[in-house]
């Protein structure tokens, strides 16, 4: 926990959030802390507040509040379709982990850019939320192409690997692992690009040598060494590369049970089957990437994504075309215009949108054991 030197430290003086979560219980919880640089978001003099936007589709509802599909209607980029996620802080710091993945999410969408990840435009927030303005990714999920496909031939499931690879070996150059990776997590742009998102569950500050024990992830795609608990580095990201090209490949994950408990002991200790379908080099690979020993695992090395990409799967792969971006998508979204949500789930985009009212006080009505005092309640320069 961060502690304070002075007063002064709390002035917001450089674009701080802070939150000092209070149990009556203890003296101080927790203190939610994000430090924002001005030269990656809301560049210029303009003040981002909720009513520089017009709420047009809901395109995903979670525990801690929506995703809005919005239309900036004043100031710079008016008329442009932006994602606009909106949190509730009284959800968010019930939870230490929950405000944890809060801060995590937002630091690497601040420090992180790259063709494959998703764009983050403006943050701000409100006495009782947070606000995350993000590009507006017309392809919808992989997920949803994945359900409409059923399984990807391989030169599809070879284009979408590679840039995941891409992807992720970005975010272990910079100390990050993933931990995450799954097709609901993966959103094709208007081109049908690859763009990685929710970071929630990353990682920070993990370079060689270090390894973490949190348990998190999806189940059916969480390496072995993150279900023991016996502590893992980015290896585990191969892994779930690994998985997620089964799940392309054959139209499930490799290790699936009847409930979470035979799910984990399949993950642990059954044998990787392999259907005959598969070419040698599918097999090569899923071999090497879904190696219950992380050290030995491709991917685990000095090299990184280098390792995985110079496998002979991806030997078509011209991977400076690639990140630029320049190697043809095997599907492009079918898109009207920009607004378009067809490639979202019709039970978010058929509901109204409705940016429910703002409770800046974070009352006890929230949680009758906390007390949370907004130290600072503006993100940008104009505060």
């Known amino acids: 926990m961060k502690s304070w030197t002075s007063a002064a430290d709390l002035s917001c003086k450089c674009h701080r959030v802070c939150f000092i979560v209070v149990c009556p219980r203890r003296k101080i919880l927790d203190l939610f802390h994000i430090e924002i640089s001005e030269d990656n978001v809301n560049q210029g003099t303009e003040n981002i507040r909720p ?18 599909q919005v239309r900036k209607v004043v100031g710079a980029a ?43 435009i403006y943050a701000f927030q409100t006495g009782g939320k947070l606000y995350l303005i993000l590009e507006y990714l017309s392809g919808g999920e992989l997920f949803m192409q994945l359900e409409r496909e059923g399984i990807f031939m391989e030169d599809t499931a070879c284009f979408y690997l590679a840039e995941i690879s891409m992807a992720l070996g970005h975010l272990h150059q910079k100390g990050i ?3 995450d990776l799954k097709p609901e997590n993966i959103m094709l742009n208007s081109q049908g690009h690859v763009k990685l998102t929710d970071f929630g569950l990353c990682k920070e500050s993990i370079h060689d040598g270090t390894v973490t024990h949190t348990f998190c992830g999806t189940i059916e795609y969480m390496a072995p060494e993150i279900l023991m608990r016996s502590g893992h580095n980015r290896a585990v990201d191969w892994w779930s590369l690994g998985a997620l090209m089964y799940d392309m490949l054959t139209g499930a994950p490799p290790f699936t049970g009847e409930n979470r ?6 993950i642990l200790k059954c044998k990787l089957s392999l259907p005959p379908y598969l070419t040698q080099e599918a097999r090569d690979l899923l071999k090497r990437l879904l190696k219950r020993n992380a050290s030995s695992r491709l991917g685990a090395g000095a090299g990184d994504a280098t390792e995985v990409q110079a496998h002979p799967f991806f030997r078509h792969i011209n991977w400076e075309d690639l990140l630029a971006r320049k190697v043809e998508p095997p599907f492009k979204p079918f898109l009207q215009s920009a607004e378009d949500v067809s490639q979202f789930d ?32 503006w993100f940008h320069a104009s505060s």
């Open 51 to 68: 009513e520089c936007f017009e709420l047009l589709r809901v395109l995903g509802k979670g525990g801690y509040g929506k995703v809005f």
């Open 78 to 120: 008016s008329g442009k379709i932006f994602a606009m996620k909106v949190l509730k802080k009284a959800m968010i710091v019930r939870n230490a982990k929950d405000t944890a993945h809060t801060k995590a999410e937002r630091n690497i969408l601040e420090e992180v850019k790259h063709p494959f990840i998703v764009d983050l």
């Open 177 to 179: 692992i993933y931990r």
């Open 261 to 266: 408990k035979k799910t984990i002991d399949k």
């Open 346 to 377: 019709s039970k978010f985009t058929s509901q109204t949108p409705v940016d429910s009212p703002d409770d800046s006080t974070l009352s006890e009505s929230a949680n009758q054991a906390f007390l949370v005092t907004v130290v600072s309640v």
